[in-house]
């Protein structure tokens, strides 16, 4: 019952001293990370559905991309036809001209056979007709009898048979060639006709393959941004919830102290017995946690001790509260043993630590002190956050 009474007399002194409850102080806070919390929880929730939409636009592109692929082999593929027809016409075309090269050159032997025959012919009949007195003459006088006269006279009219027949023969051959030279000339512009389409058809394809392959060529950049949005937006959801992990352990602290000084019982300074050395003692844990803090810090890292001192749920001593076990890192650290060892302790950590042992705070009931994290809120004196 006593215990209670002095508790009471401290909460009592705490208010007069115009100084925050630890009790209140945690409420807000754990209100503040609940809310924060949330906050983050539904940016999370966003960051999600980003992703997702992300992904579904990369699935669509993924999809696009394979159909443009498909298309983009077929029309490779068609390319490669026409343009292996049309390799197979130039090869046509270079035959068929050689072709019309060799009629081209029959041609005109033909012409000149046909103009020495026909030359030869006009000789003859030239011959015979100025000479036809003396030829008559000859044969008629020449002749042995009347059956060579007949015979000799055939003779000359097969000679006029002959070139008329071979005359006739070459004309024809000539005809036959012109008729054969104007065919191949024909197919020859067919051919010409079908490169041009052929050809045509090669460009169209040209065309289309380009504009294909530049489609896929922006579909891909189009999946790399989208990859490296989704990417960040991924990095983004790692870090919101390793954020709402840290925030869910500091709400868990914050609560933890919450119900811990919910539980206190304070004490007043004037019934805290100190012991020999408690001054040297605190003087030393001030200067390895605030010895280049301003003066005001010395002070708080001092009160926070002495807050501990005087509550219910910590060791009642200063001795108790300093080496407490995983409270304060110069303890574990060894430092704090080298600070006593030595005395590092400065006038002003001796002026501190009277100070709080007298009762003095500028922290009010705060209880502990760290370096500030991004969501910690209380009271910052140079680099320390006190709460």
């Given amino acids: 019952m006593r215990a209670g009474k002095k508790g009471i007399a401290g909460l009592m002194a705490a208010i007069l001293l115009a100084c925050a409850l630890p009790v209140s102080v945690y409420a807000d806070k754990i209100s503040e990370l609940e809310e924060e919390i ?122 006029s048979e002959y070139d008329r027949q071979k005359l006739e023969e070459f004309k024809t051959t000539r005809r036959e060639i012109e008729e054969t030279e104007a065919h191949l000339k024909q197919e020859k512009e067919e051919l010409d006709d079908l490169r041009a389409s052929v050809e045509e058809e090669q460009s169209r394809y040209t065309e289309l393959v380009n504009q294909t392959s530049g489609k896929l060529s922006n579909n891909q950049r189009e999946i790399s941004e989208t990859e490296a949005e989704m990417l960040a937006y991924e990095r983004e959801l790692e870090e919101q919830k390793n954020d709402i992990a840290r925030l869910q352990e500091e709400l868990a602290e914050e609560r933890r102290l919450s119900e811990l ?79 006593l060892s030595e005395n590092h302790a400065t006038d002003a950590c001796y002026r501190a630590a009277d100070a709080a042992m007298a009762g003095n705070t500028t922290v009010g009931n705060c209880l502990f002190f760290r370096t500030p994290i991004d969501g910690l809120t209380g009271i910052q004196i140079g680099g320390h956050i006190f709460y």
């Fill in 38 to 159: 949330n906050q983050r929880q539904e940016e999370k929730e966003q960051t999600e559905n980003q992703i997702g939409e992300k992904k579904d636009e990369l699935n669509e592109l993924n999809e696009t991309a394979e159909g443009l692929k498909g298309q983009l082999n077929s029309l490779n593929a068609n390319l490669t036809e026409v343009s292996n027809n049309l390799a197979e016409l130039e090869d046509r075309i270079k035959t068929k001209n050689e072709e019309i090269e060799q009629t081209e050159a029959e041609l005109e032997n033909a012409k000149e056979v046909e103009a020495a025959q026909y030359a030869a012919m006009k000789k003859r009949v030239k011959f015979m007709y100025e000479r036809q007195d003396y030829m008559i003459l000859e044969v008629l006088f020449g002749s042995d009898s009347m059956a060579d006269f007949l015979n000799r006279h055939e003779y000359i009219q097969r000679i």
């Fill in 261 to 339: 000084a919910a539980r206190s019982a304070w004490r007043d300074i004037s019934e805290v017995a100190f012991a020999e050395g408690d001054r040297y003692l605190l003087a030393n844990l001030i200067y390895c946690e605030a010895g280049n803090q301003p003066y005001e810090g010395q002070v708080a890292v001092g009160a926070v001790v002495m807050n501990r001192v005087m509550s219910s749920v910590f060791p009642d001593t200063v001795v108790g509260v300093i080496y407490q076990n995983k409270q304060f890192s110069p303890v574990a650290s060894g430092r704090l043993a080298l600070a």
